[in-house]
């Protein structure tokens, strides 16, 4: 085309640029569990260029909720737990738990219990109440 100036370009109408790449989603042949790699290139009238550096991904998603807390014992200054493993990974294995208990009012406001680490206490941990500043006749 002349751009008026007796010079000539190629229309670029339906070309898009870089930052106006598409977005593809791969849903066929994904297995959870697994890291794949992701790389592309591009190409002009000269030909194909460099791959790109490499993406890795896991194919995984967050765990499922863990099941409800059952009560093994309580006392005025303790509560004792046991808590449960998530029934799915979501393709990985589970590295950590926190463990949350309400502020003892009607609210839903949570804390985390400090005194809880899966790694040392595992699923059955007791609660001290003086170390959770925990309050005597509270619901929690």
Known sequence: MDDGRGG????MVGYLAP???????V?????RGLTYRFRYRANNC???????????ILA???????????????????????LF??????????????LWRNDGSDGSSFVI?????YLSNGFIVTVNSAAEAMVAGRFY
């Open 85 to 98: 493993p998530s029934t799915e990974n979501g393709g990985t294995p589970v590295s950590d738990y926190e």
């Open 19 to 25: 930052y106006m790449t598409p977005t593809y989603a």
């Open 113 to 117: 219990v400090k005194g809880y680490n």
């Open 60 to 82: 995984a998603q967050k765990p499922s909720a863990p099941g409800a807390p059952q009560r093994i014992d309580s006392s005025s200054t303790e509560i004792s737990l046991k």
């Open 8 to 11: 000539y370009y190629k229309s």
């Open 27 to 31: 849903t066929s042949g994904i297995e």
């Open 46 to 56: 000269k030909g194909w260029g460099p791959f790109s550096d490499e993406l890795y």
